[in-house]
T-cell receptor
Framework: DAKTTQPPSMDCAEGRAANLPCNHS???????VYWYRQIHSQGPQYIIH???NNETNEMASLIITEDRKSSTLILPHATLRDTAVYYC????????????FGKGTHLIIQP | NAGVTQTPKFRILKIGQSMTLQCTQD?????MYWYRQDPGMGLKLIYY???????DKGEVPNGYNVSRSTTEDFPLRLELAAPSQTSVYFC?????????????FGSGTQLSVL
């Protein structure tokens, strides 16, 4: 699976949109972009995933560039509870082996 | 549904002791996983299972053993605890064939080996 590059940390003001970038320049055509987050000391939580098209659910939006070499996770109205480590993961799916979690981005929402 | 349940939440072991970390899920998921997470790091896969009776090694299996006698349970065994095994351990599960890799995680076991 392709590797990802994320900034180690980011700040965002409460109530503003948080935009978390992820670079995955070696992504293959059949690989999905997944986002998880981990709130302090808890197990990671699934947020969203996509292949080519932009995706939106009740938690976030995922914007994937046309060449698929990068993506952005958007939390539209960040709250203090969104402070967490966010992981961008590339996975082809269909296999049994688990996802590979890097160091992610530590997002800090400022009051 | 309780989801994925891990016990215990905290444990302190002495070097050389053994213990079993328990993990059970009530979602009838085929795939189950054990990860460890060291401070400030991402998660590393220890072992995984695709169903009862079938297990396979992940990235960091040394010093650990697993078994999968039922769909629900996937215990992780430490035979001779070492300080290098001080970590937070997470169990996870997902259903078979789901393209959405929605892993469901337990709340973790914090283990210290002194």
């Amino acid at each position: 699976d392709a590797k990802t590059t994320q900034p180690p940390s980011m700040d965002c003001a409460e109530g503003r949109a948080a935009n978390l970038p992820c670079n995955h320049s070696t992504i293959s055509g059949n690989e999905y972009v997944y986002w998880y987050r981990q709130i302090h000391s808890q197990g990671p939580q699934y947020i969203i995933h996509g292949l080519k098209n932009n995706e939106t659910n009740e938690m976030a939006s995922l914007i994937i560039t046309e060449d698929r070499k990068s993506s952005t996770l958007i939390l539209p109205h960040a709250t203090l509870r969104d402070t967490a480590v966010y992981y961008c993961i590339i996975y082809s799916g269909g296999g049994a082996d688990g996802l590979t979690f890097g160091k992610g981005t530590h997002l800090i929402i400022q009051p | 549904n309780a989801g994925v349940t891990q016990t215990p939440k905290f444990r302190i072991l002495k070097i050389g002791q053994s213990m079993t970390l328990q993990c059970t899920q009530d979602m009838n998921h085929n795939y189950m996983y054990w990860y460890r997470q060291d401070p400030g790091m991402g998660l590393k896969l220890i072992y995984y299972s695709v169903g009862a009776g079938i297990t396979d090694k992940g990235e960091v299996p040394n010093g650990y053993n697993v078994s999968r006698s039922t769909t629900e349970d996937f215990p992780l065994r430490l035979e001779l605890a070492a300080p290098s095994q001080t970590s937070v351990y997470f169990c996870a599960s997902r259903g078979r064939g789901a393209l959405g890799e929605k892993l469901f995680f337990g709340s973790g076991t914090q283990l210290s080996v002194l």
